[in-house]
């Protein structure tokens, strides 16, 4: 049987080697998708705004700077025309005017206000604005002012430390393209059989259809973690994911591989539902998208609606996403038993399903 | 040129009903990357969050209220912090908030009064939205309820009358890389089955010339994405796009299909191979959707993603559909220049078409 598994594995690595615009393609959506985040992260979490300080006197230069330094805005200090320019040209996304009458209206024991002109394309950065704007506000030193105390927050985190922007979303990235790697490059690998004509010399041959799935899953798991451990390993050296152990690394080659056999499988078994290329590649990259959104995509799934939640606890990335994002980023996956034991009943499940679809494929 | 265009056109069309379940896939994959991405930003809205109240007064309640008016969480009640506790453990809620005993009584006597926030901080981005989300409620119950704890007092001034919704916004750059995805497919798959059969030889052979070959292909590629696209375009109005903008949107919907169509001709040429075409159609679309600014303007990220962002399509095209539905023009180019770049893309599009059309046709040491 290890014969046949292994010969399966061989021929089915060797198409895949054989094609180095297969390879490419295999290696390409997780570069472009590491570029974009990379990209992406720059911008995020603040907002480009033009500062106006109208105001004279300490207080106002005192108001100016601390919005100037606040971690929520990318504020450039400009005069009254250069920021309506900047407006205007789409520099910005709001302006920030701190009045002439900031000073005496202070000393007078009364309120300023600061006002905030705001290019409300949409409501999620608008709101993202009006939530910053308190905040500084709530920062801009009042010397002299005897300052209540209002509303104090006491949080407490559940993890040790937020986790990047970059090495989360990473995660997410990885968990897709391991799914997506091991179904598509699985599914294309056994479609060939069908496409060439040789699926029948296969299963007529006296080896069991087991080892010729177990083959052709292995040969899909090599190449998603091919794919794995390119991302992972670029990801782990641009220092997206932190300090990782190697412990913990090798538990998170351990779940990637799992994932990528339980992609494999269902590309091998979809592929033998549909043997056809043209059937077979839409269905494999759509059905890694919806699984890899039903499990919540790039999100945590605290921000989904009850309904996908409920649909996100049976898919299997979802399990894979949470061991990888605790083994890589917080140092500790409390749930992994339960996540490798799910990835584990799906393999187990997909394996049991292989032959018999295969049979069928056979004889329709 | 025309008869062999519409020939070309007929052809295409008679292939497609002879492969139905191929055409019917490659329309529905648009819809498809409708229905996924909608799913994306079913996780961009509000956050879910446990609320505890345990004071009974009426301060409890307005700080609530204020909670609620911070257009940022999705609040549900729970009887007891240990069972809130129990749903962020589970990922079931991003945070709980408790309004602990005795707060009213705090505000009654002029502050402070404290909240308990318990974050699941998974990621620093979406735990800095809660924070700020829960500093945002806290200020306003504060400019109500204790004035003196804000000396700064803000106005905050609208451009537009309306503030287009998070969903309408990003279901449009959704539509628009649902478009790319469906040209890329249709146009692509369609020339590169061509080459991989043969049948492209038979177009060779006859006296038609590249450019009513191409042209045939386009338009009939253009026919069945547009079937997808309509369909998306529904989608995109049950996603809460604005139906008054349907009409005047009609034109641009169809140029920004036909740049799309034109590219797939490009890349199913340049390729000849499905197995290519389609998971490079599938990498390109996911970060396509990312530069065509899904959450605001380009121009708002960093100077790189812009300068990228600039050389695609998908970046003009999301700016003229939103010009269209929410009427305003969110591209830091003007109008003029973002339909020339749209124009330059089909043109240079069918030209690498009709080259790779070409050199296949062009005799080679005395042999075709």
Known sequence: ML????????????????????????????????????????????????????GKGAPAVRATRTLAAYPGFRAASLSPGAAQTAFDRLEVAGVLTVPKNYASTLAAGARPTVQLTVRNFNADFTDDLLRDL????????????????????????LQGKDAGFLGFQMVAVLVLLLLQAGIVNAGMAAVHEWQSGTVKELLLALAPAMAILVGKVLAGVVAADLVGVVLGGLSLWAGFFGSVTPGNLLLAFLVMTLLSAVGSGIGVGLASAMRSFERLGPASMLLSF?????????????????????????????????????LLLYGAAPNLGQDVLVLGVW?????????SLLHRSLTR | MLRAALAVLRRELWSGTAQPLATILAIMVPINF?????????????????????????????????????????????????????????????????????????????????LRLTLDNLNHDFAEDTRRGVALAAALFERQYLPAS??????????????????????????????LLGGLLQGGLGMAREWESGTIRELMLSPAGALPVLLGKLFATFLLALAGGLIALLGALLLGVPTQGVLGSIGPLLAVLLVFDSI????????????????????AGLPLFFLSGPFGPMEWSSPGALLIARIFPIYYASGLLQRSFFGYWSLAVPVGTATLVLAAWTVMSLMAAGLAYRRATAPRGGRW
């Open chain 1, 3 to 54: 014969r046949v598994i292994l010969s399966v594995l061989r021929k089915d690595l060797g198409l895949f080697w054989r094609s180095p615009a297969v390879v490419a393609v295999t290696l390409l959506p997780p570069i472009i998708l590491l570029l974009t985040l990379l990209m992406e992260s720059a911008a995020v979490g603040s907002l480009p705004v033009a500062l106006v300080s109208q």
């Open chain 1, 134 to 157: 308190p905040d500084a506000l709530g920062r801009v030193p009042t010397p002299g002012l005897t300052r209540h105390k209002g509303v104090a927050i006491a949080e407490r985190d």
């Open chain 1, 290 to 326: 919806y699984l890899f959104f039903l499990a919540g995509g790039i999100a945590a799934v605290g921000f989904l609606p009850g309904w996908l939640r409920a649909i996100a606890e049976v898919v299997p990335n979802f399990y894979g996403m949470d061991a990888l994002r605790g």
């Open chain 1, 347 to 355: 393999l187990a499940l997909v394996l049991a399903a292989g032959p």
């Open chain 2, 34 to 114: 409708l229905v996924l991405m909608a799913l994306f930003a079913l996780s961009g809205g509000r956050q879910n969050v446990a609320l505890v109240v345990q004071d009974r007064g009426r301060y409890a309640a307005a700080m609530a209220q204020s909670l609620a008016k911070a257009d940022t969480f999705a609040l549900h009640p729970v009887g007891t912090p240990a069972a809130g506790l129990r749903l962020v453990r589970a990922q079931h809620d991003v945070a709980m908030i408790v309004i602990p005993r005795g707060f009213s009584a705090s505000v009654a006597a002029g502050g402070p009064a404290r």
């Open chain 2, 150 to 179: 804000q000396p700064v007092n803000w106005a905050v001034r609208y451009t537009y009358p309306r503030t287009v919704g998070f969903l309408p916004f990003l279901a449009l750059s959704i539509l628009s890389a649902a478009l």
């Open chain 2, 264 to 283: 797939g001709l490009a890349l199913g040429s340049l390729l000849k191979s499905q197995r290519l075409v389609l998971p490079l159609a599938f990498a």
